[in-house]
Structures are given as structure tokens and as C-alpha cells.
């Protein structure tokens, strides 16, 4: 079975600072998608990045990147730039045969 | 495009009755929709899976009786919680993948119902 640890259960940055959250993950497979979701205090789940196993470049959306290391099993996800709105929850998970998420990461940005 | 509705998005109820939750995707076809079940301050965990048209699959665990799911049209699931008990209060969510829909693993999700059990 697919496992996906974060083992940072909150952490904090100051606006307009930079912040890593950590994630790994445990499969057998060889093709499968990897995510970075936020949920906001609504609980809106909302995509923030994507990556593909298969493509060995980093995928990155404006201030948000990521750092895939496949032999690993490590896909942490870089916040640059911190808004106050990145304030939320973040879910690291996993997409081979099913979908599974990490425990969460609280995420606090400090002004 | 790519959203997904959920009704009620808050509902109330007194123990023992039942409720109906809906999950509707409203600009796509969702060859598969996902229930989830989240209680405060934890993750998301999968409680069944639904195809258009056929039985939904349960996850170990989850009581089949209890969570009633009907998936009866491409856009449409509905969970049903029967005979609600104050430990089913939880933050429910669901979340469709469709066909076509690149890239086609990628989930999109409901923006939740919190179920509250008196």
C-alpha cells in the first residue's frame, strides 16, 4: 500500500519570507502523480501543483515549486514569496491506483 | 471550468435520522466520484469509491449499510448516512475525476458538507 508521511505538523514563516514543506512517500509503482493541495479555513480543497513521476523537471506554478527527488521518494514543496493568504493547511498526496494524502502540514504566515 | 457542488454545504439533524448529501460536478462528466470524510485537524480519508451506474466500492472499514452512495447519473452522487449517530458528525467532501479531463487523475473537489449529529 501507498504511505505518505509529512512530518512537519505545523510550521511557521514571515511574510515575504520562503518556506519548504517536507513530504515523502512509499510505492511500489512506477508511473503515478504526485500533488500539493491547500485548504484554506473553508475547506476548499485547492490544487497547487502537480507532478508528473515520469518528468524529471520540477514542476513550478509563480511562487510555488517543488522538489521532486524520485529515487528518494521525496517531493517537497517550496513557498517563496509568503502571502498572508498562504495561511492554510497543506496536503501532500500521492495518485498511483488511488489517491492517498499526507497527515498535513498547518502552515502559519506571520506578519 | 472543472467545479464541483456539494448540498447541503452545513446540515444539522437529530440522532437517528438520515441524511442526504449531494455531490454534483456541473461543467464535466465525472466517470468516478470519491467521498472522503475529514474530522477537524486531520487528514482526508477515502471512504468510497463510485462509478456512474455501478455499486460503490468501500474502504475497509467503512460500514456499507450505513453510508449509503448512488451514483446514478455522470454528474450526480448522492451519500446517504442512515440512522445518524452523534460519531458520524464529521466534515464530509467529495471529489470527481472525468473523462477527458487532462490530466485525467487529477481529482477536483467539493467544497464539503459538515454534518452535525444533535
Known amino acids: 500500500a501507498q504511505t505518505v508521511t509529512q512530518s512537519q505538523p505545523e510550521m511557521s514563516v514571515q511574510e515575504a519570507e520562503t518556506v519548504t514543506l517536507s513530504c515523502t512517500y512509499d510505492t511500489s509503482e512506477s508511473d503515478y502523480y504526485l500533488f500539493w493541495y491547500k485548504q484554506p479555513p473553508s475547506r476548499q480543497m485547492i490544487l497547487v501543483i502537480r507532478q508528473e513521476a515520469y518528468k524529471q523537471q520540477n514542476a513550478t506554478e509563480n511562487r510555488f515549486s517543488v522538489n521532486f527527488q524520485k529515487a528518494a521518494k521525496s517531493f517537497s514543496l517550496k513557498i517563496s514569496d509568503s502571502q498572508l493568504g498562504d495561511a492554510a493547511m497543506y496536503f501532500c498526496a500521492y495518485r498511483g491506483s488511488r489517491l492517498t494524502f499526507g497527515e498535513g502540514t498547518q502552515l502559519t504566515v506571520n506578519p | 471550468g472543472a467545479v464541483v457542488s456539494q448540498h447541503p454545504s452545513w446540515v444539522i439533524c437529530k440522532s437517528g435520522t438520515s441524511v442526504k448529501i449531494e455531490c454534483r460536478s456541473l461543467d464535466f462528466q465525472a466517470t468516478t466520484m470519491f467521498w472522503y470524510r475529514q474530522f477537524p485537524k486531520q487528514s482526508l480519508m477515502l471512504m468510497a469509491t463510485?462509478?456512474?451506474?455501478?455499486?460503490?466500492?468501500?474502504e475497509q472499514g467503512v460500514e456499507k449499510d450505513k453510508f449509503l452512495i448512488n451514483h446514478a447519473s455522470l454528474t450526480l452522487s448522492t451519500l446517504t448516512v442512515t440512522s445518524a449517530h452523534p460519531e458520524d458528525s464529521s466534515f464530509y467532501i467529495c471529489?470527481?475525476?472525468?473523462?477527458?479531463?487532462?490530466?485525467?487523475?487529477?481529482?477536483?473537489f467539493g467544497p464539503g458538507t459538515r454534518l452535525t449529529v444533535l
Open positions: 471529489s470527481a475525476e472525468g473523462r477527458g479531463l487532462p490530466p485525467q487523475t487529477e481529482q477536483f
Open positions: 463510485s462509478n456512474e451506474g455501478s455499486k460503490a466500492t468501500y
